[in-house]
Each structure stands twice: as C-alpha cells, then as structure tokens.
C-alpha cells in the first residue's frame, strides 16, 4: 500500500480488527508516520471531495458547462464591466449637447448598455468566441432597448431612476432577453445540424 492508502485506513481504523490494528501501528512505525499525518491527509481529502462537488454542480447551459466563478475571477469581471461603462460615458458625454440622444432614449440606452456590457464581461470567457453570442447579445439588446424606450414614453421619462424596484426589472429585462434570443438560436442551429446530418446519411445511404 502507498502512504496515502495507509493513511486512508489509519483514519478508518475503528473499522478494524485487533490484529489488523497492531499490522497498522507496526507499518506507520516503520514508514515514521504520526497522527498528525493522518490528521493531514484526512484535511486534503475531505477539501478533494469539496472540490469535486462544485465541479460535479457545476451548471451546463447551452451546451456549456458554466462553473462557478473564483473571487478573483468575480473580481476581474467586475473591473472590466465598471472599466467598460465608464468609458463609455466618457465618450458619450465629450460628445456636444446636440449630439447626444433624446432624454427618453438616453434613459433607455443607460439600462441597456449595463446589461449588455454585464452579459459581454461576465460570459465572454464561455462563449466570446461564439459569432452566435455576439449577433444574440445585438438582437437582445436592441429588443430591450426599444421596449425600456416604450416603457419610458409610458410611465415619463426619469420615472424607472427614481423606483429602485423598476431599475432592477429594467435591467433583469435585458438579462432574460439575451438568455431567450441564445437559447432559441442554440435550439435552431441545432434542429437544423440534426435535419442536415439525417440528409447526409440518406444520400449516403442512397
């Protein structure tokens, strides 16, 4: 047996006979190993097991297994998404005043750029290669663009600002509107690669 299965059994060792007790002393003598060491081992497997856990919980979307983020990992997320909008409002406002958009619109481009540039930092690692992640997150953000802007013209204009409720539900919106857009356009392509493989097999076949 290697070190690591000895240590394994010594952490079992109420499971034992009398006579495989003294085999086991007897052996973790001879290899100098203590009760510290099997107190370690046990620390390294019960954190392995933690591990493979979230590894196993991990959520499989579209296709994708998208696992749990790292605190640094949130970290750079959140730099580049804070790093990305505030250059585009530099942008936005170096601009002349008779450049920019109406206030209506300019309400609802705020909300949606958060969630668009949210949804681009935070997946791009899963799917930024993807063309159909991109012509999605265009798709949705312009649907949530136009239905924020006909929301706005409903309640008047700064009204979402001022109800923390409605921000939060502006910007969930953007979020759903993505997840519909890819999901439908995952299902697409993949009825017509089934449809195009079932073709090809019977000209195959034929």
């Given at each position: 047996m290697s070190n690591d299965e000895l240590l394994h059994l010594a952490h079992a060792r109420s499971t034992l006979t009398d006579e495989a007790k003294i085999v086991l002393d007897a052996e973790m003598r001879s290899r100098n190993l203590s009760i510290d060491d099997i107190k370690n081992h046990a620390r390294f497997v019960k954190k392995s097991e933690w591990r493979e856990t979230r590894r196993r919980r991990s959520l499989k979307l579209f296709g994708t297994r998208i696992t749990e983020k790292s605190g640094s990992e949130i970290l750079v997320a959140f730099f580049w998404i804070a790093a990305t909008i505030s250059v585009i409002l530099l942008a936005y406002f170096a601009l002349p005043a008779h450049y920019r958009l109406p206030a209506d619109w300019q309400e609802a481009a705020g909300y949606t750029m958060f969630s668009?540039?949210?949804?681009?930092?935070?997946?791009?690692?899963?799917?930024?290669?993807?063309?159909?992640?991109?012509?999605?997150?265009?798709?949705s953000s312009t649907a949530h663009a136009l239905i924020l802007h006909a929301w706005i013209v409903h309640v008047g204009t700064d009204m979402i600002w001022r109800r923390r409720a409605d921000a939060k539900g502006a910007v969930f919106l953007g979020l759903i509107l993505f997840f519909i857009v890819y999901g439908c356009g995952t299902l697409l392509r993949r009825k017509l690669y089934r449809e195009r493989s079932g073709a090809e097999s019977v000209n195959a076949v034929s």
């Open positions: 668009t540039v949210f949804l681009a930092a935070w997946f791009f690692s899963y799917w930024g290669r993807r063309l159909g992640f991109w012509i999605s997150l265009l798709i």
